[in-house]
């Protein structure tokens, strides 16, 4: 079955840590996205990308890095510089103007 | 320039009564409409999907929506509330005749069912 795939499930990062989250999905779909939800809050966009080797920052960039070297692959880095990464992670795929395909997301916590 | 407003961040319904979440929207462009559920540590699911046929949609669990473009709406209605219709919902809208597909959400709906 096509689907969309995040990992690890659960994450914690130390102060001053890199880490990564994966996204991989084999649906086919063009686009991919990183959204960040905080507790009692709506979906964030961090990054997205339309297609391989190309992407564009949303609304919430600042200490997040990406990459989109394969179509099916669209990893989120959460650097040292993102000072409050405590988050619920959440990564998409579309394609053009179709709905979401959801993965079931990364939560991410500083200890 | 699209835009969602999702009117009531929290509404509360007893169990087998009418669900009604709300859902305006903005477009510069006709829209399509997607209304996603979320359970709690889970990721979005969607429930169904407006992209220009009929303007009435059945979407899964039994929910339905309207499209109902003089008022820019497109609310989701259930006409019987379960206890396991119990979590987060989205409105969101994309613009048709782009290239981008890149959607819009609102901040969500939190439904609770009261036994």
């Known amino acids: 079955d096509g689907g969309i795939t995040q990992s690890p499930k659960y994450l914690f990062r130390k102060e001053g840590q890199n880490v990564t989250l994966s996204c991989e999905q084999n649906l086919n779909h063009d686009a991919m996205y990183w959204y960040r939800q905080d507790p009692g809050q709506g979906l964030r966009l961090i990054y997205y990308?339309?297609?391989?080797?190309?992407?564009q920052k949303g609304d919430i960039a600042e200490g997040y890095s990406v990459s989109r070297e394969k179509k099916e692959s669209f990893p989120l880095t959460v650097t040292s510089a993102q000072k409050n990464p405590t988050a619920f992670y959440l990564c998409?795929?579309?394609?053009?103007?179709?709905?979401?395909?959801f993965g079931s997301g990364t939560r991410l916590t500083v200890v | 320039a699209q835009s969602v407003t999702q009117l009531g961040s929290h509404v509360s319904v007893s169990e087998g009564a009418l669900v009604l979440l709300r859902c305006n929207y903005s477009s510069s462009v006709p829209p399509y409409l997607f209304w996603y559920v979320q359970y709690p540590n889970q990721g979005l699911q969607l429930l169904l999907k407006y992209t220009s046929a009929a303007t009435l949609v059945k979407g899964i669990n039994g929910f339905e929506a309207e499209f109902k473009k003089s008022e820019t709406s497109f609310h989701l209605t259930k006409p019987s509330a379960h206890m396991s219709d119990a979590a987060e919902y989205f409105c969101a809208v994309s613009a048709r005749n782009t290239n981008a597909g890149k959607s819009t959400f609102g901040d969500g709906t939190t439904l609770t069912v009261k036994p």
């Open positions: 998409a795929s579309s394609n053009r103007q179709g709905p979401y395909t």
């Open positions: 990308s339309q297609i391989v080797n190309d992407f």
